[in-house]
């Protein structure tokens, strides 16, 4: 839950005064122009910036009572940037796991719809996939990072353009991804491409650091001069 909460980079505002509620296994999605605050709300829950003012909360606890160890140990983040490493793929989805076994990693890896790609590869599992993965397709790094989120199972999903660096076929390889992976997880997600989110609970829309609008696909489509409506008759004719 965020109560309030504002934030400042420096002298600029970035947040004014959010109220927001992410309920238990819920979906709730992020939009608007660039620049409006989305990814700093995204980063106040795991501590990445403290607010300003106002409270983020997590079973009704200020983020601040929790380490850092135990506040971000639940959670899990695919972004647009890839982070891999010059390694086996086994090892860069069961990072930070030594003890971790290869039924569970190939488990992870289906989940994230990138079983079938890796054994395509010339050692499996067992491939090296250069340095930030360069030997790979973007679509097939996006699935590395999903599975290594699979992998961790969270219960808190934090998804940041997960897909807007990829073509229409990569994204529809991954967005079917995403959706096992935030199966029964509460997860936040920011959207560019409104056609991932129609499913969400609730489509938060912000404008200049503020919720001018929320509801879902169907109820924000219905408003007339809406600003998602707008969005997605933009986004219809590109």
Do not use: C, W
């Not at 200020?62 to 983040?77: A, D, I, K, N, P």
């Not at 934090?158 to 995403?178: H, M």
């Amino acid at each position: 839950e965020l109560q309030d909460v504002s934030f400042a980079y420096n002298e600029r505002q970035v947040l004014k005064n959010i109220n927001l509620v992410i309920e238990k296994g819920k979906t709730i999605a992020l939009v608007g122009p660039s620049g409006v605050g989305k990814s700093t709300i995204a980063d106040l829950i795991p501590r990445f910036y403290e607010a300003t003012s106002g409270s983020v909360l997590i079973d009704g606890r200020e983020v601040q009572e929790y380490t850092m160890e135990s506040l971000r140990s639940h959670m899990s983040f695919v972004t647009q940037e890839i982070i891999l490493f010059n390694d086996t793929i086994f090892s860069n989805i069961a990072l930070g796991a030594p003890d971790a076994g290869m039924e569970e990693v190939i488990a992870a890896a289906k989940v994230a719809n990138a079983h079938d790609f890796i054994m395509a590869t010339e050692n499996g599992y067992n491939t090296i996939i250069g340095d930030r993965g360069i030997r790979l397709s973007g679509g097939q790094r996006q699935r590395l990072s999903i599975a290594r989120a699979v992998f961790k199972n969270p219960a808190i999903l934090i998804l940041d353009e997960a897909t807007s660096a990829l073509d229409t076929e990569a994204e529809k390889a991954v967005q079917e991804a995403l959706n096992n992976l935030m199966q029964g997880r509460t997860t936040l997600v920011i959207a560019h491409r409104l056609s991932t989110i129609k499913e969400a609970d609730e489509i938060i829309v912000m404008q200049d650091g503020q919720i001018i609008e929320r509801g879902s696909h169907d109820d924000l489509i219905e408003v007339e001069e809406g600003v998602y409506k707008r969005l997605t008759q933009l986004q219809k004719i590109a």
